[in-house]
């Protein structure tokens, strides 16, 4: 018997007899695992290489935060060589260092 049917059935016992906690747990599960099954098909994650693709997936999206991590670090750290550099350059005019050169 397929969840289908299994959940058929338990509806069609919940309806007959009155739904009893059992029973409504019991079509909550099936009712998750039809709608868990109908979904990784749509997603087309049925395959057996799925379980490989989405750790796949996992390890090129953390190489993509990791690679955007050092690019934000490396742009902070070369604005803040900058304005060091900004800033001694003010200096060295302000004390007539060109004018010694």
């Given amino acids: 018997m397929n969840p289908t049917d299994t959940l058929a059935s338990l509806m069609a016992q919940a309806n007959r007899g009155g739904a009893d906690i059992v029973t409504l747990r019991a079509i909550v599960e099936e009712t998750t695992e039809v709608a868990s099954d109908r979904v990784l098909e749509r997603f087309g994650l049925t ?55």
């Fill in 47 to 101: 395959d057996p290489n799925a379980v490989n693709d989405l750790d796949e997936l996992r390890e090129l999206l953390q190489a993509w935060r990791d690679a955007k991590a050092s690019a934000w670090k490396a742009l902070i750290e070369w604005a803040i060589r900058g304005l060091l550099a900004a800033l001694l350059i003010g200096i060295a005019v302000r004390l007539g260092v060109w004018e010694i050169l």
